[in-house]
């Protein structure tokens, strides 16, 4: 395609604290095979305290497309509405830190929205799954269907419209309809709500199954447990906003967990419902073993098989809990969970 046909594109990277993978993220990105001079990167630090600053000033000395800006407030969503009134594309891109784009993925996103004339496209998002075991287990429980209930970004086999897609490539016009990203909670799920609000406008959101981005997951079952409780309550912000979840398929873990959570207040009163939490704790766990079974042989590495175990059930009861406890206390939850 000709370059006087490619659009400018703004690509907003908010960052606090990624100085392992931020160089190799910007190397991903000028690299792509995208024109220079119709590219803008802008890196909106939230005050960082290790070397992701340096790391970004150094490449800023080295490219022109390079921009840093300050997130006072820290979080990914402010940092989103500063780089979105600072930049000038005719596209917004969004980037985490932790990704790695695949090469000529820009204008691949560029050539199926004027396909489908999609507000938002996206691709796959695949966890990297190299190094610690545990990390492998934890990146094989989160695009499995068992353990986060196979939304279309992580699972899909066929490009089609969806409900919401990882990270995001938005006509600059959409902002305009729909207004910037929502700031009015402790914990906002920034990607879902502005999709939400697509959607409620009329606006469409296209999947594209030939482009996976590559994603640092975490590494450890207690970061994993912090940020599904923090996806929780985020999801509750959304669906108390929206007065509506993403999909039906959310409906399934509140359901589950709190029928859980109910029998075990309840358990302590009433010598019955400690017999119907034993039986649902065995059911569980006998769906887990499969699971993990499953997974493990799948990948033909069995000693997967007791740390996915482990991962399902922190998934799983995260998520949901991080929802009710949203739902319940609100700002008090939120100080909780970022002690």
């Known amino acids: 395609m000709s370059d006087l046909l490619l659009p400018k594109i703004s690509i907003l990277i908010p960052v606090r604290n990624e100085e392992k993978t931020i160089r190799g993220?910007?190397?991903?990105?000028?690299?792509?095979?995208?024109?220079?001079?119709?590219?803008?990167?802008?890196?909106?630090d939230g005050v960082s305290d290790d070397q992701t600053r340096a790391i970004v000033e150094d490449m800023q000395n080295k490219y022109a497309q390079i921009h840093l800006l300050e997130n006072p407030k820290r979080v990914p969503y402010t940092a989103l509405n500063i780089g979105l009134k600072a930049s000038t594309g005719e596209i917004v891109m969004r980037v985490d830190a932790r990704s790695f784009i695949p090469e000529h993925y820009i204008e691949t996103l560029w050539k199926t929205m004027v396909a489908t004339?999609?507000?938002?496209?996206?691709?796959?998002?695949?966890?990297?799954?190299?190094?610690?075991?545990?990390?492998?287990?934890?990146?094989?429980?989160?695009?499995?269907?068992?353990?986060?209930?196979?939304?279309a970004f992580r699972t899909a086999k066929k490009s089609c419209?969806?409900?919401?897609?990882?990270?995001?490539?938005?006509?600059?016009?959409?902002?305009?309809?729909?207004?910037?990203?929502?700031?009015?909670?402790?914990?906002?799920?920034?990607?879902?709500?502005?999709?939400?609000?697509?959607?409620n406008a009329g606006g469409?959101?296209?999947?594209?199954?030939d482009l996976a981005v590559l994603y640092h997951g975490k590494d450890s079952l207690r970061e994993l447990a912090r940020q599904y409780l923090i996806y929780g309550a985020a999801k509750c912000h959304s669906f108390l906003t929206y007065k509506q979840l993403t999909s039906w398929r959310q409906t399934i873990p509140l359901l589950a967990i709190?029928?859980?959570?109910?029998?075990l207040?309840?358990?302590?009163?009433?010598?019955?419902?400690?017999?119907?939490?034993?039986?649902?704790?065995?059911?569980?766990?006998?769906?887990d073993l499969i699971a993990s079974a499953?997974?493990?042989?799948?990948?033909?590495?069995?000693?997967?098989?007791?740390?996915?175990?482990?991962?399902f059930p922190v998934i799983h009861f995260s998520w949901p809990n991080g929802f009710f406890g949203y739902f319940l206390m609100r700002n008090q939850f939120g100080r909780?969970?970022?002690?």
Request: proline fraction near 3%; charge should be neutral; include cysteine.
């Open 25 to 44: 993220c910007l190397e991903r990105i000028l690299t792509n095979g995208y024109p220079a001079d119709h590219l803008e990167i802008w890196v909106i």
């Open 117 to 151: 004339g999609a507000d938002n496209v996206g691709g796959l998002q695949i966890p990297i799954t190299e190094g610690a075991i545990l990390k492998r287990a934890i990146a094989l429980a989160t695009v499995s269907i068992f353990g986060t209930g196979g939304a």
């Open 161 to 199: 419209f969806v409900d919401t897609v990882y990270l995001g490539f938005f006509r600059r016009a959409i902002f305009d309809r729909v207004g910037f990203y929502d700031e009015d909670g402790v914990f906002i799920s920034e990607d879902s709500m502005m999709n939400r609000r697509i959607l």
């Open 204 to 209: 469409k959101i296209y999947l594209n199954t």
């Open 258 to 263: 709190g029928a859980f959570n109910l029998n």
């Open 265 to 287: 207040l309840l358990a302590w009163f009433i010598p019955f419902f400690r017999c119907t939490l034993i039986i649902g704790l065995l059911i569980y766990l006998c769906v």
């Open 294 to 311: 499953t997974v493990a042989m799948k990948h033909q590495e069995m000693k997967l098989f007791p740390l996915l175990l482990l991962v």
């Open 336 to 339: 909780i969970l970022k002690r």
